[in-house]
C-alpha cells in the first residue's frame, strides 16, 4: 500500500515555512503500514497541482493532499479536485453550521462570505470534521484511489488525521506489516559505526533495512522490515538487534531509540524515583529547558531553569562567587559546575544540568576558542563536569550542546 | 530561471525527520532571483532517485539534491548520478586531502576505508569544497541544465549553498529579479484580512502576488513580484504596500516583516537605547528565552531569564508572595505581573516579559480552563498583563503564547 504526500503552497517553495506536515503524515502513516513512497511540494499554481495529481496517482494508492483549503484567494486546492475528479462544488449544510458555530464560539469579528464558502465541496466529496478549524477535510474516491485533502495548518491537520484519515485508512485498506526498532548510539560518528557493522550489514535479510540518523553528536541506528506476518517479522528484527547489540554494547545510549525525544526517557527514570531535575544555562540560551517542557507531563519531574546569559546574572542569581569567573574565567568547568551546585540548591531538585560556553560567533567574556563548551552535572552524590569543543556554528553548538547534556544526564540516570 | 529540489533520504518519507534544508536552499534562491517550481522528497531507492531527476530535468533548469553522500551503504547518490550521466567514479586527490585533514584535526577514530571512498567522484563532476564534513558536493552540467547534490546534513549544506552553489548559480545563470515585502500584523485572522483587501487585491497587477503567512496569533503577509528591471518592480510593489497601509494600519506590528524572526526587530530597539531585557517564563518553559538567545549578538540585550515550571519556585525564585498565588491562583493577572516585576529587578534589566498558564492537557495547579495564559510585561513606567485563551492544544498554546509576548513587547517598544 503506497501513499504519496502533495504540499500545497508557495510559502514553502519561497523558504518562508518549513513543511513539518509531510513528517508527521509520514510518520502516522507508517504506523499503520502504509509506506509514503514520495513527498512532492508544489506552488498555489491550478496546472501545477493538477499534473502533480495526476502524476502521483499513477504510482500511490493513497493520496494526501495539505494547504490550499484556506478562505483567501491563492487557496485553491478545492477548484483543482473538482477539476481532476470532473465534479462541481456544491454547499454542505452541517459544514456551514461548524463554521458558524467556531465563528459564534471562538471568533470576535464578524462572519463573512468568504468563511461561508468555506462550506462549499466537491459533490463526490465527503467532508471531513475539522473540529479546530473552518477549513474541512476531503476524502475523494476514483477507482481504487483515495484522495484526502486537509488543511495546512499543523494542529488542525494532526486532529484531522487521527480522528478522520486514519480511521478510515484502517477500514479501507488491507496493509502489510511494518517494524521498526531504533537504537540511539553516542561517541561515534556514522562511518566509524558502519564500519563495525560492515560484515553484519552484508548478510542483512532483504526484507530489513538498516537507516542511519545523526543528530548533533548522537547517531540513532533503526532496523525496518516490512512483511505480511506481524510476528515473523518482529521475531527476525528482534533476532538482528540481538546480533547488532554486542557490537555496539559500548556505545548505545538508548535501546529504546523509538523515542527521538530523549527527555521521554528521562523522564521516564526520574519519574521511577520521584526525582526531580532543574537546569542552569548559559550558551544554551533555554534550549535545555524548552526540550524538558516541551512534552506533556514536564511538571512531574522538571522543576524549572535558570538562564544566566550575563555573566553578572552568573554571580547575582546562580550565586557563582566572583573569584571562581575572575580566576576560571566564565567558560570553565568551575563555573560550570558552581552553576549546576547552586541551581540544584536554589530549586530543591536532586538532579541538576549546566552549561556554559562560547556559542560564538564573538568570543564574549572569555578567552576560550568560540565553541568550548562545559556542561555540569550535579546528582545527590556528588558535581562533574566535562569539556566539549563543538566546532565554530553557533547554531550547532547550541544543538550539540543540549543534546550532550541529556546524554551525559542519561548515562548518569542509567548508571545507577 | 527555475530551480527544483530533490531531497533524498528514507528517514524523510518515514518522518524521522523534518527537512529543513528545502526551505533553506529555497529563501537562499529566491534572494537571488531563482524560483523553486517543485520540492521532491523520495527514498535511498536508486530507480526512484533516477526517475525523478528525469523528471525534474523536463521542468527545471536548475535541480538541487540534498541528501545520499554519506559514507555509508545506504548512500546513492553518487552512484545515480553516474548513471544518469553515462559517468563513473574516480578518485579525487583534492577531497582525499580534506578528508584526511577532518580525520587528523578534528576525529579521534582512525580513518576508514569507508571514509577514503567518499573522494571518490563522479569524472565529469566539479568537487565543491566542504569545510565542516567529510562528504563533498558535486556540480555536473548536462546541456543546459546544472545539477548540484550536497550533503544533507543542515549546516554542511548551509555553508556549501553560501560558498560554493550560490557564487557558481550567480555567474552562471542571468536571472530576473524577484522583489518581496512583508508585513506583520496581529488581531486579525486570515479571512478577517482578506475581506478589508478583497478591492485592493481584485486590481494587483498580475505580475505582483500576496501571500497570507498564518503562524500561531499573526498573520504576514507577503507582497511578492518578478521582473526584468529592478527599479521599476521595486517601485510598483512599494506603490501597492503604499495602498495597503492605510487599509491595515491599526493591525500591523511591523512594516519590516521580511524578519521572520521578530526579535531581530526588539533587539535593534533596544540596543538603539541601550536597553535591557529578562523573562520569566512558567508555561512557556524556556521557549522565550531560547528564541532572544537564537541569534547573534543576544547578549547585546538580553540579560537571561527565570523558568519556573513549578509552583514553589516562582516563590522561591522570582520571589512571588504565597498569599497572591494562594489569593488568585498561580494561572492569574497577579502573578504574572509579579513575575515580570521580579524578573526587572532580580536581573537588574530594563524590560522583563513573563508567562503563566495551563498549557494542558492537565489543568496543574490552577483551576484556570487549559489554554488559559496571562502574560505580563514589566517596563521601566509601568507593570501591566494580560489574558488570554490560546486553545486545547499544548504544543500550540506554548507557540502562541511565546509569540503573543515577542508582540505585546513589540507592540510597546515601538509605542515609545
Known amino acids: ?16 515555512i518549513v513543511d513539518t506536515n509531510s513528517a508527521h503524515i509520514a510518520q502516522e502513516l507508517n504506523k499503520i503500514g502504509v509506506s509514503v513512497h514520495q513527498i512532492t511540494s508544489v506552488e498555489d499554481e491550478h496546472e501545477h497541482i493538477l499534473t502533480t495529481l495526476k502524476e502521483a496517482s499513477k504510482r500511490a494508492d493513497i493520496i494526501l493532499i ?14 483543482v479536485l473538482c477539476e481532476f475528479f470532473g465534479d462541481s462544488l456544491v454547499r454542505d449544510d452541517a459544514v456551514l453550521r461548524h463554521i458558524e458555530f467556531l465563528f459564534e464560539k471562538y471568533v470576535t469579528t464578524p462572519i463573512s462570505d468568504l468563511n461561508r464558502e468555506q462550506a462549499l465541496m466537491p459533490s463526490k466529496a465527503i467532508a471531513l470534521h475539522n473540529e479546530y ?13 483515495v484522495f484526502i485533502a486537509m488543511p495546512g495548518v499543523p494542529f488542525e491537520m494532526k486532529s484531522l488525521m487521527e480522528r478522520e484519515v486514519l480511521p478510515r485508512l ?9 517494524y521498526h526498532k ?12 558502519a564500519q563495525r557493522l560492515e560484515d553484519w550489514e552484508n548478510n542483512l535479510p532483504v526484507h530489513i533495512k538498516l537507516a542511519y540518523l545523526p543528530s548533533f553528536g548522537t547517531v540513532r541506528l533503526r532496523l525496518s522490515g516490512k512483511g505480511l506476518n506481524e510476528e515473523d517479522l518482529k521475531f527476525s528484527i528482534e533476532q538482528e538487534f540481538e546480533k547488532i547489540y554486542p557490537i555496539l554494547e559500548d556505545i548505545i545510549a538508548d535501546v529504546n531509540g523509538e523515542n527521538e525525544d530523549i527527555t521521554i526517557t528521562i523522564r521516564e527514570l526520574l519519574n521511577t524515583k520521584n526525582h526531580f531535575l532543574s537546569v542552569a544555562e548559559s550558551c544554551t540560551g533555554g534550549e535545555l529547558a524548552t526540550k524538558f517542557t516541551k512534552n506533556p507531563g514536564a511538571s512531574t519531574y522538571f522543576k524549572g531553569g535558570i538562564v544566566t546569559y550575563a555573566t553578572k546574572a552568573k554571580e547575582d542569581i546562580l550565586s557563582v562567587p566572583h573569584a571562581i569567573i575572575e580566576k576560571n574565567t ?9 552553576m549546576a551546585r547552586n541551581s540544584r540548591l536554589i530549586f530543591k531538585s536532586d538532579y541538576a544540568i549546566s552549561t556554559t560556553g562560547n556559542a560564538g560567533p564573538d568570543k564574549g567574556d572569555s ?11 550535579a546528582t545527590p ?36
Chains 1, 2 share one sequence.
Open 170 to 178: 484502517i477500514k479501507e485498506f488491507k496493509r502489510p506489516f511494518i
Open 182 to 193: 531504533t537504537i540511539r548510539t553516542y561517541g561515534l560518528g556514522e562511518s566509524a559505526i
Open 330 to 338: 566564565v567558560v570553565s568547568a568551575e563555573v560550570a559546575e558552581e
Open 66 to 79: 495539505t494547504g490550499g483549503l484556506g478562505p483567501t484567494k491563492d487557496d485553491i486546492t478545492k477548484k
Open 1 to 16: 500500500m503506497i501513499a504519496e504526500i502533495i504540499t500545497i503552497g508557495d510559502e514553502i517553495l519561497i523558504g518562508q
Open 133 to 145: 478549524g473552518t477549513a474541512p477535510g476531503l476524502w475523494m474516491k476514483n477507482a481504487e484511489k
Open 367 to 377: 578567552d576560550k576558542d568560540v565553541g568550548t563548551v562545559f556542561i555540569g552535572i
Open 381 to 416: 552524590e556528588k558535581v562533574f563536569s566535562e569539556e566539549f569543543k563543538f566546532g565554530r556554528n553557533r547554531e550547532q553548538v547550541v544543538k550539540k550542546a543540549a543534546n550532550k547534556a541529556l546524554e551525559m544526564l542519561l548515562k548518569e540516570l542509567i548508571s545507577k
